[in-house]
């Protein structure tokens, strides 16, 4: 028997093993001793973590380590360090990858070759630069074994990973998982903490704030921080107009949003009173998409709550939109209630505040645009209120007169004045006084003056109000003179004399209508329906006009002709006609379903814009003149006008006028022509603002396709133009302006113009 063999051999062969196998043990458990101290000294999560992962990788030889914790709220796995250059905080659902899979079974795994695994996701490594070869991966138990996480050690540095390497892992995973477990609930406290003292903070802040816009930017502001947002917005109910509004929105930019409080996700949660905390808002069927289009902003998800006051009462709706890093957690939804609720009172307040200043406003507003003198005394006489007008009649500035005893100036001639109001303090009864006089500074005024008693709504006396109509000769002159033209003009007129009058080139706005098929509505009506028909369609257009500062310059038959910009420009002419054009036909389409209901016929028209260089002026002979204006400008303001037949619109307007604008109007492109008279073409194009989606579906969609055929017909390519506009009609087949240009394609391909066709159309008619 050779030496080594036989009984002795094999004795000290299980003495060897044995040794080893204790040596083994001796050094788990001094590890698992160290793991013990280690985490025995450190506090917070970060540091639990940090240690652990140093400990793992450097019992185990690996290069990298990583240990994923679960959050129940989002069903993730997520790591908030990593060893090596990569330090940030991982997220992905708690199914996915390697981890994914021991966490869900609970079992450890070695994979010598990540990349021949099918559960191993590359993308970390794609991101980050390294390159994983093998992976040790085991669960973290607690120690009521609850699996809370999973502990992960990447690319052994000598060999590979063992059964040894797996037993070690999951032995310091449980020796860690109490530490763990109490990294977690201190950094929650702590967490907690931190937040209910930002939160008190902020509620202080807010709360504080009077002014309701300031406000609602701090609201939405820290709603947008606090819940980890990228958009926010306050709804408010107005109960006048049952409208939810807000008058910011952060992430948007400032700008004030209406819509019925009834509609939308704002909406059910203002009616209900319900949280509605959607994840995937195109998966949900009260999700809106339109203003996503509109605005190019994806929503992914949504939380809204209702805001209530203190006596219970719903008074808004606040909406955050896309939580960053996941969907919103029932954390926010109590975090962003207990907010809403503390800053309810301030809501309230602020909106109470807005009102009363906004009446404060437009009373004082109201009462400096009064043409008439308007002075309030207190009970002791003194002056409390004076307004532009009286500060004129009485030929004073502000200070001089506020504060000040009414017998200060109302003196020697003035008297009877004083004598007015201490009658009216003693009846409480006004007092008028028509066309009377007074005098100040030398200079007198033919006056109607009221004066009124006042009283608080307790019906207590606080004092007397003086109103003092200025009816001099020019007030005489103007109101006799604005009977034959328009008040503007006469107001122009009497400040400026003649020379206003006088002919001058002017750049104007020119506005023609006409009312389609009028002949047949006469015969139908006969002389005095036609009458009586043009009273109220001329009353509604004329008004249209006038809000929006037009000129009328005069009626021709059923037509009419107004210009913006004579004899004074506003500045923005050319959007006033655009605005008022809008407005006669919708004006015009409200009145139509009246006559409709009542069995008459409805009426169409047609409205044509131009901008150029006209001459104004009066025109006409010593016995009769008119203010009016000529040039060509006008004539093709008609034609446009005239247009509307062939091209099947309301409204066109010319490139003059188009490129003039300044606000943004639902505008296509026509066509190219040149009008009878004229040899150059301009430019012709429609508004459509008037339109509702009812009378006008698909307007987007119909708008980017007809631009595309009319391209490819200005290209001669009127093959792949009727193409493309039989696909418009798909989405609104009641809109002519496709088939009109199909029809003229067809035309071209069976009559093929010229090298030198340029797209330009010559209208015939007038």
Same mark, same amino acid.
């Not at 290069?63 to 360090?81: H, K, N, V």
């Not at 004092?463 to 003009?489: A, F, H, Q």
């Given at each position: ?27 788990? *458990?001094?590890? $698992? ?9 450190? &506090? #917070?999560?970060?540091?639990? @973590? /940090?240690? =652990? ?50 966490f869900n079974t609970a079992r450890g795994s070695i994979v010598d070759d990540a990349y021949a695994d099918p559960r191993f996701n590359p993308t970390i490594d794609g991101q980050t630069g390294f390159v994983t070869r093998s992976i040790l991966c085991a669960p973290v138990r607690s120690v009521t074994g609850e699996i809370i996480g ?26 860690? *998982?109490?530490? $763990? ?9 702590? &967490? #907690?903490?931190?937040?209910? @003292? /930002?939160? =008190? ?417 009066n025109i006409g002979s010593p016995k009769r003149m008119d203010y009016t204006m000529i040039g060509d400008g006008v004539n093709l303001a008609a034609r446009l006008e005239s247009a509307c037949k062939h091209y099947h619109a309301r409204i066109l307007i010319s490139e003059n006028t188009l490129q003039r604008l300044r606000g943004t109007y639902r505008i296509r492109a026509v066509d190219k022509v040149v009008v ?91």
């Open positions: 028997m050779a030496y080594g063999e036989g009984p002795l051999a094999t004795v000290q062969w299980f003495t060897d093993a044995s040794a080893e196998e204790a040596r083994r043990k001796s050094e788990r *458990a001094e590890t $698992l001793l160290t793991v013990a101290n280690k985490l025995a000294a450190t &506090l #917070s999560l970060d540091e639990v @973590l /940090e240690t =652990l992962i140093d400990l793992v990788t450097g019992a185990i030889d690996a290069e990298r380590g990583s240990l994923f914790l679960y959050d129940g709220q989002t069903e993730e796995l997520y790591s908030l360090i990593a060893q090596g250059d990569f330090k940030r905080e991982i997220r992905f659902l708690s199914t996915d990858g390697i981890a994914g899979h021991v999973v502990a992960q050690c990447l690319n052994k540095r000598c060999g590979h990973f063992s059964d040894e390497d797996l037993l070690l892992l999951e032995e310091i995973c449980t020796q860690a *998982a109490a530490a $763990l477990r109490n990294g977690q609930l201190v950094d929650k406290m702590r &967490l #907690s903490r931190q937040q209910e @003292l /930002e939160f =008190l903070d902020v509620v202080a802040d807010i709360t504080s704030e009077i002014d309701l816009g300031t406000l609602l930017q701090k609201v939405m502001s820290e709603a947008t921080r606090m819940l980890s947002a990228e958009r926010s917005t306050l709804f408010l109910n107005d109960g006048k107009t049952n409208e939810l509004w807000s008058q910011v929105g952060e992430g948007l930019g400032a700008s004030e949003i209406r819509m019925p409080n009834t509609v939308g996700i704002a909406g059910h949660v203002f009616s209900s009173g319900e949280t509605i905390n959607i994840p995937y808002a195109y998966a949900d069927l009260r999700f809106n998409p339109a203003f996503d289009q509109e605005t190019g902003f994806f929503t992914r998800s949504i939380l809204c709550v209702p805001v209530v006051n203190k006596h219970g009462k719903t008074i808004g709706a606040t909406q955050v939109l896309n939580k960053i890093g996941g969907p919103f957690t029932r954390e926010d939804e109590s975090r962003l209630k207990a907010f809403t609720a503390q800053v309810s009172i301030a809501l309230e307040n602020a909106k109470l505040f807005n009102d009363i200043q906004n009446m404060k406003n437009y009373n004082e507003s109201m009462l400096q645009s009064m043409s008439n003198g308007v002075l309030t005394l207190d009970e002791d006489g003194r002056i409390i209120t004076c307004n532009a007008a009286g500060l004129r009649i009485l030929q004073r500035r502000g200070g001089d007169v506020v504060g000040q005893p009414a017998e200060a100036f109302f003196i020697g001639p003035n008297i009877w004045v004083l004598e007015r109001v201490q009658k009216v303090v003693d009846s409480q009864v006004a007092e008028i006084s028509m066309d009377a006089e007074l005098e100040f500074k030398g200079t007198r005024f033919s006056v109607n003056v009221t004066v009124l008693p006042l009283v608080s709504v307790e019906k207590m006396k606080i004092g007397t109000m003086i109103i003092i109509e200025d009816i001099t000769s020019e007030k005489r002159v103007k109101s006799t003179m604005s009977r034959y033209m328009d008040p503007r003009l006469a107001d122009q007129l009497l400040e400026r004399g003649e020379e206003i009058l006088g002919g001058k080139n002017t750049l104007a706005t020119i506005l023609f209508t006409d009312i389609r098929n009028f002949t047949a509505l006469t015969e139908e009506l006969g002389p005095q329906g036609t009458v009586g028909l043009l009273n109220e369609y001329f009353t509604i257009m004329v008004d249209c006009l006038q809000r929006e500062g037009g000129t009328l310059d005069k009626f021709i038959g059923d037509a009419m002709m107004a210009a913006f910009g004579i004899p004074i420009s506003k500045g923005d002419d050319e959007d006033r006609a655009v605005r008022a054009a809008i407005s006669m036909i919708t004006e015009l389409d409200r009145w139509n379903e009246q006559r409709t209901g009542n069995g008459l016929p409805a009426i169409d028209m047609g409205v044509g814009l131009n901008t150029a260089e006209v001459v104004s002026g009878k008279g004229k040899r150059e073409p301009v430019g012709v194009y429609e508004v459509l603002d008037y339109h509702t989606e009812l009378t006008f579906p698909n307007m987007s969609k119909v708008l980017i396709g007809y631009e595309e055929g009319l391209n490819l017909y200005r290209q001669a390519r009127f093959e792949e133009a009727i193409a493309v506009l039989h696909n418009v009609l798909a989405f609104n087949d009641r809109d002519r302006l496709p088939h009109l240009y199909i029809d003229r394609c067809r035309r071209l391909i069976a009559d093929p113009p010229g090298d030198d066709w340029d797209s330009v159309w010559v209208l015939t008619e007038k």
